[in-house]
């Protein structure tokens, strides 16, 4: 079953435009991450944010995690064309050893339109 | 690095063959794992090697599926037979054992069994 859900299943911008999508889960995590996924290919990893972090940076990436609301939103400031692509969130279980156990949603198409 | 390399590209076969997907992990990560990739479900884990060793195949759907790794460059997943609900595409990815946080995926197979 589904742990992350993205929300939304699609966004359109224009480039040079901020791009937010959030991510829900249903049980307690160890860690969440986000992945990019570029059509026809492999997903590569973006950031991990761990249970007792709020916030993240990484270049342009900015993520949150509010554990309270089970939620995590993924920024992408001023983008481009070249971050057109699926972006999916990925959970790691809270429980011990299990951190392997990624868990992903089905993703947020992104379309940045130059 | 080359990254984690995967072959073939494309695979399409008929219902009732076998198919043998290969992967080779970047050079001394020591987990592996295989996922698997569809519309309906999303991205599913499989199975999980950790040094070469079988640790979680709870994600391996039937008896139809089977991975091996017999050396720490090398796996394989095998569907035999082949039905066309195995049509998905399947990523191998690894990640040092002492970090697997962080997941590096290969370009997936894209199998298409008719």
């Known amino acids: 079953s589904q742990q992350g859900e993205e929300d939304p299943q699609a966004l359109s911008i224009q480039e040079g435009e901020n791009a937010t999508m959030n991510c829900s889960y249903k049980t307690s995590i160890n860690n969440l991450q986000w992945y990019r996924q570029n059509s026809g290919r492999g997903l590569v990893h973006l950031i991990l944010i761990r249970s007792n972090e709020r916030e993240k940076h990484s270049g342009r990436l900015r993520v949150t995690l509010d554990t309270s609301k089970k939620s995590s939103s993924l920024l992408i400031t001023a983008s481009r064309a070249a971050d057109t692509a699926s972006y999916f969130c990925a959970t790691a279980p809270y429980s011990g050893g299990s951190n392997y156990k990624l868990t992903f949603g089905k993703g947020t198409l992104l379309t940045v339109n130059p | 690095d080359a990254g984690v390399i995967q072959s073939p590209r494309h695979e399409v076969t008929e219902m009732g063959q076998e198919v043998t997907l290969r992967c080779k992990p970047i050079?001394?990560?020591?987990?592996l794992f295989w996922y698997r990739q569809t519309m309906m479900r999303g991205l599913e884990l499989l199975i999980y090697f950790n040094n070469n060793v079988p640790i979680d195949d709870s994600g391996m759907p039937e008896d139809r599926f089977s991975a091996k790794m017999p050396n720490a460059s090398f796996s394989t997943l095998k569907i035999q037979p082949s039905e066309p609900r195995d049509s998905a595409v399947y990523f191998c990815?690894?990640?040092?054992?002492?970090?697997?946080?962080?997941?590096?995926f290969g370009p997936g197979t894209r199998l298409t069994v008719l």
């Open positions: 050079s001394g990560h020591n987990s």
């Open positions: 990815a690894s990640s040092w054992v002492a970090d697997t946080d962080t997941q590096y």
